[in-house]
C-alpha cells in the first residue's frame, strides 16, 4: 500500500509539500522543471482558494515565478506524469504532461491533500512536437470556467492564479500573450492513466498506481477483499453524478477523451467547453469534433464508454480472473441505469418536485421536448419557472417561438410541485452562468490589455443564484448576430 505519510514541513513560502507520487511511483513520471519565464507576472490570484488552502495570497503575490515558470516553490518537486487516452475514439499509448508540470502535494492545515500544477509551462519529453506553451485566452478561460463550476456547486478542478510570462506565443491567430494557469486538484490520476500500464502489460506497475489512487480517493476501501471492484464501483458512480450535473446545467464538456477523466469524479480540462445557450441536443462547440462525437446529448452515451475503457485498464487485477470479464460487464450494464438515476435526482431538484413519483422522468422530459427546437434558453427556462410556480407565466413563454406544448405541461407540472417551489427553484437553478459572448469579449479583451471585462464577468459567475439589480446583462443569451460558438484546444 502506497504511504500516505508527510514527509516534509511547512515553510515559511505557505506551502507544505508532501509529493507523494514522486514517493510511491517511481518510473511514472519524468522529473522536469517548468520552462524559465522572463518576465513573470500573477496577472489573476485567487485569494479566497488560497485561503481555503491555508495559503497566504500576500506571499503568493510576491512570488510571480512559482506560477509563471522559472521558479519553483520550496519544496516542490516538479514532474511531467505518463498517461495515455482514447482520443475521439482513437488510442494513443503515450500521451501524458506535454505542457503541464505537477509542481507537488499541498496538504492543507485540515489534512486535505491537493495537486498543484501549472500548465501551459513548457515542453516536456512528452510535448509531441508542441511548444509546451499556452496563450493567456485559453488560460484565462480555464481560470473563468472552472471556478463558475465551483460556484455552482459542480466537483472540479480549480484555478490559483494565472500568470504572464513575458514572452509571446505562436499561434494560427498570431503572436498572443503566453500564459500559464496554477490548477488545483483532488490529483490528476486519469483513467488514461491507468490505460498507459495496462497497454504495456507491466501489471506490477498498474496494481501500485491503483493501490495509490484508492489510497488517495477511497482509503476506506485500502484493506478491503475485492477493493478493486468496489473502487471501479465508486469511479462510476463518480462520473455518472458528475455527468448528471453537466447535464442539468447544459455544460458541454467538447473533449471526453479518456485522458481528460478524472478518476476522483472532478472535471478536469476546460478547453472546448461551453455551456449550452438554446435547447439543442447535438450542440457541439469543439472546432475539431465534426462527427458531434462530444455532443450535449452524447455525454452520457461517452460515460458508459470511458468506464468501459476503465474496465479494461483494470481487467489484470480483478481477484477472480475466471469471472473477472462477466463481472465488469455486469457492472458497466448498470452504467445507464446509474446515470438515469443521478440525472433524475438533478432533474427532480430542478424542477422542484415533491417527493419522488414514478412518472417524473417522463415530466422532465416533457419539459424539454417543449422546449427543444423553441430556441428556449436553458438556464432562463429553469429559471423562469420560478415565477411560473408562483402564477406568471409570461416570462417563461416569451422565451419559446411557440408555447404550445409548453402550456400543455403546465399543469402536469404545478401538480407535483413542492410547497417551498418559487424558493427552492432560484436556488438551484442558477441566474449567471458565463455566457459565450461575454467569455469571448473578456478574453479578447485580456489580450489587449484590459482585464477589466474578465474581472467584472468573474464577480458575476462565482455569485450565480443571487437576484439582484444590474445582473441583466450578463444573464441573457448572446445578441442574434453573435452567431455559432466555436471554441479550440488552445494548443
Not at 517511481?26 to 522536469?32: D, F, G, I, K
Not at 491507468?194 to 498506481?209: E, I, K, N, P
Not at 455486469?330 to 431538484?349: C, F, K
Request: proline share 6%; glycine share 10%.
Amino acid at each position: 500500500m502506497p504511504d500516505t505519510s508527510p514527509d516534509t514541513g511547512a515553510h515559511e513560502s505557505g506551502f507544505n509539500f508532501d509529493n507523494s507520487w514522486q514517493r510511491d511511483l517511481p518510473r511514472t513520471y519524468v522529473e522536469q522543471a517548468p520552462d524559465y519565464s522572463p518576465a513573470p507576472q500573477i496577472l489573476v490570484l485567487n485569494v479566497d482558494l488560497a485561503a481555503n488552502l491555508g495559503l497566504e495570497s500576500s506571499v503568493l503575490a510576491q512570488n510571480p515565478g512559482w506560477f509563471a515558470g522559472g521558479e519553483v516553490p520550496p519544496g516542490a518537486a516538479p514532474v511531467a506524469l505518463a498517461y495515455a487516452g482514447h482520443q475521439f475514439g482513437g488510442f494513443s499509448a503515450q500521451l501524458g504532461d506535454g505542457r503541464a508540470h505537477l509542481i507537488g502535494e499541498h496538504l492543507t492545515p485540515d489534512g486535505r491533500r491537493f495537486d498543484l500544477q501549472l500548465k501551459g509551462s513548457g515542453r516536456t519529453p512528452f510535448s509531441r512536437g508542441g511548444d509546451g506553451k499556452a496563450a493567456l485566452g485559453p488560460m484565462l478561460r480555464e481560470y473563468l470556467i472552472s471556478e463558475a463550476m465551483a460556484a455552482l456547486g459542480v466537483p472540479t478542478t480549480r484555478s490559483l492564479a494565472v500568470a504572464l510570462t513575458g514572452e509571446d506565443v505562436r499561434r494560427e491567430a498570431g503572436r498572443l500573450p503566453g500564459a500559464v494557469v496554477a490548477r488545483v486538484a483532488s490529483s490528476h490520476l486519469r483513467v488514461g492513466t491507468l490505460q498507459f500500464w495496462s497497454a504495456r502489460g507491466d501489471h506490477g506497475t498498474l496494481a501500485r498506481v491503483v493501490d495509490y489512487a484508492i489510497a488517495r480517493h477511497d482509503p476506506d476501501l485500502v484493506a478491503q477483499e475485492g477493493r478493486v471492484l468496489a473502487f471501479f464501483d465508486r469511479v462510476i458512480a463518480r462520473q455518472a453524478r458528475l455527468v448528471a450535473a453537466w447535464m442539468g446545467l447544459g455544460f458541454v464538456h467538447g473533449v471526453l477523451n479518456t485522458d481528460n477523466v478524472a478518476l476522483s469524479g472532478e472535471t478536469i480540462d476546460y478547453g472546448p467547453c461551453a455551456f449550452m445557450e438554446a435547447y439543442a441536443p447535438g450542440t457541439v462547440f469543439s472546432s475539431i469534433d465534426h462527427q458531434g462525437r462530444y455532443s450535449y446529448a452524447n455525454q452520457p452515451l461517452i460515460l458508459g464508454w470511458n468506464m468501459a475503457k476503465l474496465a479494461e485498464s483494470l481487467l489484470p487485477l480483478m481477484e477472480d480472473a475466471d469471472r473477472a470479464v462477466e463481472v465488469l460487464n455486469d457492472r458497466l450494464s448498470g452504467v445507464e441505469d446509474l446515470y438515469h438515476a443521478e440525472w433524475l435526482a438533478v432533474m427532480r431538484e430542478k424542477l422542484a418536485l415533491h417527493g419522488a413519483q414514478d412518472g417524473d422522468a417522463d415530466l422532465a422530459t416533457g419539459f424539454l421536448a417543449a422546449m427543444e427546437g423553441q430556441g428556449a434558453d436553458w438556464t432562463l427556462a429553469f429559471r423562469r419557472l420560478a415565477e411560473a410556480a408562483s402564477g406568471d407565466v409570461t416570462p417563461l413563454r416569451a422565451l419559446f417561438a411557440d408555447p404550445v406544448r409548453l402550456d400543455l405541461w403546465l399543469p402536469l407540472w404545478r401538480a407535483r410541485l413542492r410547497e417551498d417551489a418559487a424558493d427552492h427553484l432560484r436556488a438551484v437553478n442558477p441566474l449567471i452562468i458565463p455566457r459565450n459572448h461575454l467569455v469571448e469579449q473578456a478574453l479578447q479583451a485580456a489580450e489587449q490589455g484590459d482585464l477589466a471585462p474578465f474581472t467584472a464577468l468573474l464577480a458575476q459567475i462565482t455569485d450565480p443564484f443571487t437576484d439582484r439589480p444590474g445582473r441583466e446583462a450578463f444573464s441573457l443569451p448572446a445578441p442574434s448576430g453573435f452567431g455559432d460558438y466555436v471554441t479550440f484546444c488552445g494548443t
